[in-house]
């Protein structure tokens, strides 16, 4: 044990975010500022990577193109003054399911008020994995629950060619607007984010997360972990944790048909271990489910580390009975 980086006591609950945590979608507060159709811009988001192919891309990713038909509405004077403090502004419109962010606080509580994982510093941290916006995100109601997010970013101006060598850079545009993509994530590369958790890489930056690490040697194990979310979209980070012990549960909007027409077929595919109402109350299905699951994951780690002090501490010796 002694030989270990980590001591493998945390629990990463891992979220996504729309129609997981939010009734729809974060663009939501964007497009009511600025007088957009939402619809229609996502009818137009839609149809751009026929129109890209045909101007000679040959490949378009679909999950991150709405990024791009946002810098031309901006461009085009239609989101004429969006900047990363608007996009946190407008974080603080959205409405949260029934339960959040209460529940935060009420899984963290199952470790922190029993004795037997304080012992073991047993701990609980939530993550937000989205193809949403991050600002967005960081300007909500959940932020101080959270203690990493993986989501696409802007980044208002870009130096000019030869900056390095300019004692004071220039920029194509003043700060005060979004102008370029700094970062994207889609539903593929949601599994990099899983395993920077993994290998502690998002905590600890000289940790490669492409560095060949054994498992014992990882900060949070895939055992330790639940992914919470909605959909089909989820399937890479299910696999993985469903391939490595994760634990496994979808959301579905209450009264939709087809929400949960959708999460139920996952759970007959094997995709998911379990799936119920996006409702995070106390008395809701889904709010058991996870209490229990944190509960059955705090309880292993305590097993684990029982057997392991077993196996490396000798039998006290003893007197023989006649």
């Not at 946002?70 to 900047?83: A, M, N, P, Q």
């Not at 007959?268 to 119920?276: E, S």
Request: hydrophobic share 35%.
């Amino acid at each position: 044990m002694s030989g270990k980086l980590f001591l493998q006591n945390i629990i990463a609950v891992i979220w996504d975010f729309d129609k997981t945590l939010i009734p729809g979608y974060m663009q939501e507060p964007l497009f009511r500022h600025y007088g957009v159709d939402g619809s229609e811009f996502w009818r137009e988001v839609g149809q751009l990577p026929e129109v890209y192919k045909r101007r000679g891309a040959g490949l378009v990713s679909r999950d991150t193109i709405y990024l791009n038909h946002i810098l031309t509405y901006v461009r085009h004077g239609i989101f004429k003054d969006l900047s990363n403090e608007k996009l946190r502004e407008f974080g603080k419109e959205l409405t949260f399911y029934p339960g959040v962010p209460e529940i935060f606080q009420t899984i963290e509580g199952l470790v922190e008020d029993q004795e037997a994982f304080q012992k073991l510093e047993i701990t609980v941290e939530h993550y937000v994995i989205s193809t949403g916006l991050r600002q967005v995100i960081l300007g909500s109601a959940i932020e101080p629950y959270i203690t990493d997010t993986w989501a696409c970013e802007f980044t208002e101006g870009g130096p000019e060619p030869g900056y390095l060598s300019q004692r004071q850079p220039s920029f194509f545009e003043a700060t005060g607007r979004i102008t370029d993509v700094a970062y994207a994530i889609d539903n593929t590369t949601k599994t990099r984010a899983v395993f920077e958790i993994n290998k502690g890489s998002n905590k600890y930056p000289e940790i490669n997360v492409n560095s060949a690490i054994d498992h014992e040697h990882r900060r949070v194990p895939f055992k330790n972990m639940i992914y919470m979310a909605d959909g089909p979209s989820d399937v890479p980070v299910f696999s993985l944790l469903n391939q490595y012990g994760g634990k496994t549960f979808a959301v579905y909007k209450a009264g939709s048909e087809a929400e949960f027409s959708q999460v139920n077929e996952l759970q007959a595919q094997g995709r998911i271990q379990g799936f119920g109402e996006a409702d995070y109350r106390p008395h809701s299905h889904t709010s058991m489910w996870i209490r229990h699951a944190v509960r059955q994951v705090a309880d292993r780690i305590l097993e684990d580390r029982r057997r392991a002090l077993g196996d490396n501490t000798g039998k006290a010796p003893s007197h023989l009975d006649d």
